[in-house]
Nanobody
Framework: QVQLVESGGGLVQAGGSLRLSCAASGRTVSTSTMGWFRQAPGKEREFVAAIRQIDGNTYYASSVKGRFTISRDNAKNMAYLQMNSLKPEDTAVYYC????????????????WGQGTQVTVSS
């Protein structure tokens, strides 16, 4: 069983930074794609970023590219999302997820999800 626990959310002013962490447990985590998604009030959950285990390649939504950086530490079973130059439109609950099948963008193929962490960016 894979369990994911996010942390690091909070309230920050526009232009500020936050670093989200995702602690993962389970044997398959180190061989899976890890992704971050977010859901703003009244909106659907959307892809933010992902990192693929097989080659370490990273993928970003166009809205965060150049501002957010995803990384992982397989030895610690951790994934991170460094968020810089935050904007009010980045306000959302951020979720960590694992895809054992290796999908990048297709949310339904992510098998395991964390409980989410709130990020609020004030203007």
């Amino acid at each position: 069983q894979v369990q994911l626990v996010e942390s690091g959310g909070g309230l920050v002013q526009a232009g500020g930074s936050l670093r989200l962490s995702c602690a993962a447990s389970g044997r398959t985590v180190s061989t899976s794609t890890m992704g971050w998604f977010r859901q703003a009030p009244g909106k659907e959950r959307e892809f933010v970023a992902a990192i693929r285990q097989i080659d370490g390649n990273t993928y970003y939504a166009s809205s965060v590219k150049g501002r957010f950086t995803i990384s992982r530490d397989n030895a610690k079973n951790m994934a991170y999302l460094q968020m810089n130059s935050l904007k009010p439109e980045d306000t959302a609950v951020y979720y960590c997820a694992v895809s054992t099948g290796g999908t990048i963008y297709y949310m339904p193929r992510y098998d395991h999800w964390g409980q989410g962490t709130q990020v609020t960016v004030s203007s």
